[in-house]
């Protein structure tokens, strides 16, 4: 019972603070997105490095290609291949513009996503010489090969790495078109919740990468990190923020600009995805030491760092005390179902309070950035309007996909306990 309400208690002044600190953001927002394109904006001030890193990614890394080639501004795209056995090399090679494929083979390929991504460092720093660019006004940016940016993401990115105290930027990340219920549950998790974490990291200065999305000044990173800036955890993004965070490098988080990504649709390939996420997670407690001794980390990312690591643990526990209280309880009033069904009704309407506040604001959002021309596909919109059936199905997942993830967090554990480290990637729709 004890566990059960500290974890509600820290979840439902976790909840506030979000609400508080995005309501606070509203009037800067609406501001900054009155302008969100900035026409009178040099984009040729930097030259980007744009890295896709593949894994039979056949599907989608055309689509992407040509999307980011219609980008305006100086760039140069990086297409890592991880072995893969599907078309993707060919794929890539269909679509012309200032393109590179670095073909990785086995026994070298497959040995984690951050390796993959090392292994672009090299032909970075021989273009830059090449080209007689300057290191300081390079940016190195990462997208999975499904992603694709808003149209104004140039824009704001220059604007951030106008200041030479910025060393790293990650974007707002939302889901492509949602058809089904639980994608509608992953935009809503993406577009709204992880904005709202976001935006209180960028309060305390503890703002972290997300993968897909992030982009780093080549100078400062580089000089700092080495050329192999990304670790080998499962969870490579977190591993690079605690590794900025240790160096003091300052990362900003730009939500008026954002990259898009696909959505599963198959609960199994949510559960599998989120398990590695969890996985990678444990894999960053290997900083925990360096971090709590550190002089450069503030203490806004120490405390960010220590919830990071200790929610996973908060969590699993909390599922068990909730499993335990309800069948506890059950057996309890088993001669007395009016009861039961009484408070299952109030629980329920309580526990709905969140998931409705997250998707009203989750509409408010669709509509902002349709209004603002920031729309990437009409289609990826088609939640603005949605009939009352959808909205309840899913305030219910928002409310109860504790359900799911608690598999994925028991996964994650038996994965550490039987040493299971190997990069499970999640395959395409």
């Known amino acids: 019972m004890i566990i059960y309400l500290i974890a509600i208690t820290v979840f439902m002044i976790q909840c506030f603070i979000l609400f508080y600190i995005y309501l606070s953001q509203q009037k800067r927002f609406k501001k900054d997105m009155q302008n969100p394109y900035e026409p009178q904006q040099d984009l040729n001030q930097f030259f980007y490095f744009i890295l896709l ?7 989608v ?25 599907d078309d993707t090399v060919s794929q890539a090679q269909s679509v012309a513009g200032p393109i590179s494929i670095i073909q990785r083979k086995l026994p070298n390929a497959q040995t984690g996503k951050g390796d993959a991504l090392n292994s672009a460092i090299p032909e970075i720093n021989r273009i830059i010489s090449e080209k007689k660019l300057d290191s300081k006004k390079c940016i190195i940016g990462v997208l999975d090969a499904d992603g694709v940016l808003s149209g104004n993401t140039i824009y704001k990115l220059n604007q951030s790495f106008q200041n030479s105290d910025t060393d790293a930027v990650q974007l707002r990340i939302k889901m492509k078109k949602s058809e089904k219920i639980l994608q509608t549950f992953q935009d809503v998790e993406f577009f709204v919740v992880n904005h709202m974490i976001q935006l209180i990291r960028t309060y305390i200065k503890a703002v972290a990468l997300c993968g897909n999305g992030q982009f780093f000044r080549v100078s400062s990173v580089l000089s700092k990190l080495g050329n192999k800036p990304w670790g080998n955890a499962l969870l490579e993004d977190y591993e690079l923020t605690l590794r900025m965070e240790l160096k003091g490098l300052k990362i900003k988080y730009v939500d008026e600009a954002y990259v898009e990504q696909e959505a599963l649709k198959k609960v199994k390939k949510l559960i599998r995805q989120r398990a590695r996420w969890s996985q990678g997670g444990w894999n960053c407690w290997k900083y925990f030491k360096q971090i709590t001794t550190s002089n450069v980390v503030t203490i806004g990312q120490k405390f960010d760092t220590y919830f990071f690591f200790i929610q996973p643990i908060l969590n699993i526990l909390a599922d068990f005390s909730i499993i335990f209280l309800t069948f506890d309880f059950i057996s309890h009033y088993s001669d007395n179902p009016e009861f039961i069904f009484i408070a299952t009704i109030i629980m329920t309407t309580v526990s709905f309070f969140f998931g409705t506040v997250f998707t009203l604001i989750y509409h408010k959002e669709l509509k902002l950035h349709d209004k603002c021309n920031l729309v990437i596909q009409k289609d990826d919109m088609i939640n603005e309007n949605m009939h009352l059936r959808k909205t309840i199905l899913s305030i219910g997942l928002i409310s109860y996909i504790y359900v799911i993830l608690f598999f994925s967090l028991i996964i994650s554990c038996y994965h550490l306990l039987i040493g299971h480290t190997s990069w499970d990637k999640t395959q395409r729709n």
Not at 62 to 78: A, E, V
Request: hydrophobic share 35%; charged share 25%.
């Open 53 to 59: 890193p593949c894994l039979n990614e056949g599907k």
């Open 61 to 85: 890394i055309k689509n992407s290609l040509n999307h980011l080639i219609d980008l305006k501004g100086r760039m140069h795209i990086i297409v890592i291949d991880d072995n893969s056995t």
